[in-house]
């Protein structure tokens, strides 16, 4: 069984930057093809990025491109989402997820193909 933690949320000015870190322990990281989900107040669930299983391949909503970058370190069963040029509507409780699968999957958009979940982080960006 995986376990993820998030960490490195907090509260940011308009423009400002943060870097978000999801640990994992139990399981084997290098089999998971892992994402990053955000959450708003009175909203679903919604995608952010995902990251392949090697790190080759990486994916993002269009209104997080330019401004995201996810990333992975193996070694330290780690993901990292660093954010720049925050906007208010970024405001929300950040969620890294994690799904087995085969080396050459797709990553995935869903929320639904995700197993793993960590409890999430909040990032408030003021304006």
């Known amino acids: 069984q995986v376990q993820l933690v998030e960490s490195g949320g907090g509260l940011v000015q308009a423009g400002g930057s943060l870097r978000l870190s999801c640990t994992a322990s139990?399981?084997?990281?290098?089999?998971?093809?892992l994402a990053w989900f955000r959450q708003a107040p009175g909203k679903e669930r919604e995608f952010v990025t995902a990251?392949?299983?090697?790190?080759?391949?990486?994916y993002y909503a269009d209104s997080v491109k330019s401004r995201f970058t996810i990333s992975r370190d193996n070694d330290k069963k780690s993901v990292f989402l660093e954010m720049t040029s925050l906007k208010p509507e970024d405001t929300a409780t950040y969620y890294c997820?994690?799904?087995?699968?085969?080396?050459?999957?797709?990553?995935?958009?869903?929320?639904?193909?995700?197993?793993?979940w960590g409890h999430g982080t909040q990032v408030t960006v003021s304006s």
């Open positions: 997820a994690g799904r087995s699968v085969i080396l050459t999957a797709p990553t995935s958009v869903q929320v639904t193909d995700y197993t793993y």
């Open positions: 139990g399981g084997t990281f290098s089999r998971l093809s």
């Open positions: 990251i392949s299983r090697s790190g080759r391949d990486t």
